[in-house]
């Protein structure tokens, strides 16, 4: 189809280049250690790298909170090895796309130094301040998303300055016209360098007015969007993803509908969320509800068709590994890792892999705080055993969402520290790596990384995957996935079984489909009376 932008038939990679691969032995991985992977990235198919920060940053939340946009962290390599990652990446076809961390600065920033150097500064203006902290729950009294009061006070000049994250990371002033115009210069800059686009980091934030209590999805925020894409992507075939934590089926639209000119499509957590305590949030996570889960992915399946654009994923750098939160880590490994794969990405979106999910890498397992380096996890430690939590019950808390989980280092190999780095590295390998590595999954045409592989071919290839319609199958059914899509009298049926138990196909309001799975190339059928083992999918193309 003629109407495919390549970032709809792309799928997106990303990487979190501490844990991807060390090229020096430091411990920490670094550009030329991701350069050094991209036959592997090209092998799997994949049209663009998703790379999470690698800016000069004194890295208290690892890089995203930036000293210098137009500079790399020396930890990561220098602006050379990051040219040759763009100009290497483009000759195998791969975009890389930046992380674009816009909503805070680190307080490293010369801006931030500046701005509490002199109230007098111009830059002053580019974050937010107050000379008193606000009066306990009035509006402006707003709590940080790593925990505490979103206000701190500036020992050099005396005044309270906003920060949604750690106090490092000063929020920035996106109603001062001469930061928006940085900005995007920056961005241009960036551009003119060749990347691919951009992944905007918490961008729902940006419209924030804190005095009115207002944090997400402020009154300006689309305003600021449509200027920079004017500014900044206009006339150039890139690719941009809203990070959006507070999008809804409703709003989404209004940030990818392509006439709007915003944003490609936003990343939403709606079946991230739905499964996080009230009160206690990710800490206190509830087991997965599949017809919950599966009723989520419908409407916005149809919430976005033909309006605007989804973005389709398990995982990232912030959520657990997507076998351990929606599969089985366990004996069923290898089948719900391709389950889940086949789930997603057959679905209309753009998907994105995280790295080592393409191996079905799980989580982290730590048994102990000392373990974790993350600091959101280190802060609700210390605040949730505060308010008298149990450490074992946050420690179990940890164990199923921290973020860490998706930070262990990649796991390429059966050699010492999973072939990740020649000395230690700076977050523990995950101690199943001896079996579970890039290089024996790969090299087994049943594994995970294969699976993924035809996953991304077909997505190329066939239209009905990219602009398909949507309709959701058996949806109250207990574990089975089933949906169905259909474009110009063809009908797409994917059947995923997401239980460690063998399922019947079930009697009623089932297709009748006897054909070839798409993935396989084995016969199947929907015969009712036949059985579905544990984790097993099939996809089947009719009408063609
Ligand atoms: O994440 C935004 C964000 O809201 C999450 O960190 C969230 O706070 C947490 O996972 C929920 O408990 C983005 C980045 O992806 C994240 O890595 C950064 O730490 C954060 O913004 C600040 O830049
Ligand atoms: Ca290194």
């Known amino acids: 189809k003629s109407d495919t932008s390549w970032w709809q038939s792309a799928t997106g990679y990303q990487i979190y280049p501490a844990s991807f691969a060390d090229s020096n032995g430091d411990g920490i991985g670094d550009i030329p250690g991701i350069i050094g992977k991209l036959d592997y990235l090209a092998d799997l198919g994949i049209g663009f790298i998703w790379l999470s920060p690698v800016y000069a940053s004194p890295m208290v939340d690892n890089g995203y909170d930036i000293a210098d946009y137009r500079a790399i962290n020396p930890v990561f390599g220098t602006m050379a090895d990051m040219d040759r990652l763009i100009a290497e990446a483009r000759a195998r076809r791969i975009g890389i796309v930046m992380d674009l961390v816009v909503n805070h600065t680190s307080d490293q920033h010369p801006w931030f130094r500046a701005a509490r150097a002199d109230r007098r500064s111009p830059y002053r203006d580019y974050y937010i301040w107050r000379d ?308 024996s999954d790969r090299a087994d045409p049943d594994g995970v990384f294969q699976h993924y592989r035809r996953l991304i071919a077909l997505r190329r290839d066939h239209a009905i995957i990219r602009h398909g319609d949507f309709r959701l199958l058996q949806p109250d059914h207990a574990s089975l996935f089933v949906y169905e899509r259909r474009l110009d009298g063809e009908c797409l049926l994917v059947v995923v079984n997401m239980a460690a138990q063998e399922m019947a196909i079930p009697v009623d309001a089932m297709p009748a489909v006897e054909g070839r799975d798409l993935l396989t190339g084995r016969p199947v059928s929907t015969r009712p009376g036949n059985t579905l083992a544990p984790f097993a999918a099939f996809a089947v193309l009719q009408g063609h």
């Open 132 to 439: 008193a902290p606000p009066a306990k729950g009035s509006p402006a009294d707003i709590e940080a998303s790593f925990g505490g009061s979103a206000w701190s006070r500036d020992a050099q000049s005396g005044d309270w300055y906003f920060h949604l994250f750690a106090p490092e990371q000063p929020d920035l002033n996106w109603a001062n016209p001469a930061l928006r115009a940085e900005v995007h210069a920056m961005m241009n800059w960036w551009l003119d360098k060749g990347v691919a686009g951009f992944r905007m980091d918490v961008i729902d934030l940006i419209g924030k007015q804190p005095e009115a209590g207002i944090v997400a999805d402020g009154p300006m925020l689309h305003h600021y969007l449509r200027e920079m894409h004017e500014a900044t992507h206009a006339g150039r075939d890139v690719v941009t993803v809203g990070e959006a934590w507070s999008a809804t089926p409703d709003n989404a639209p209004l940030y990818s509908a392509p006439e709007r000119r915003e944003v490609s499509m936003v990343f939403q957590f709606g079946h991230v969320t739905r499964f996080w305590d009230q009160k206690l949030g990710k800490w206190k996570p509830k087991a997965i509800d599949w017809p919950a889960l599966k009723a989520t992915f419908a409407t916005w399946q149809n919430a976005l068709h033909g309006k605007g654009w989804n973005s389709l994923f398990w995982g990232n750098h912030d959520l657990p590994r997507a076998v351990s939160r929606y599969g089985d880590e366990g004996e069923h490994r290898v089948a719900s890792a391709k389950a889940l794969a086949s789930a997603l990405h057959l679905m209309e979106g753009t998907p994105y892999v995280y790295q080592g999910e393409e191996i079905g890498m799980t989580n982290a397992g730590f048994a102990s705080i000392d373990q974790y380096r993350d600091v959101e996890t280190l802060n609700f430690h210390r605040i949730q055993l505060a308010e008298g939590i149990v450490e074992a019950d946050f420690l179990a808390g940890a164990r199923a969402n921290s973020r860490d989980n998706a930070r262990t280092p990649m796991q390429w190999s059966a050699a010492p520290q999973a072939g990740f780095s020649a000395g230690t590295p700076w977050i523990a390998v995950n101690a199943n790596f001896p079996r579970l590595n890039a290089e």
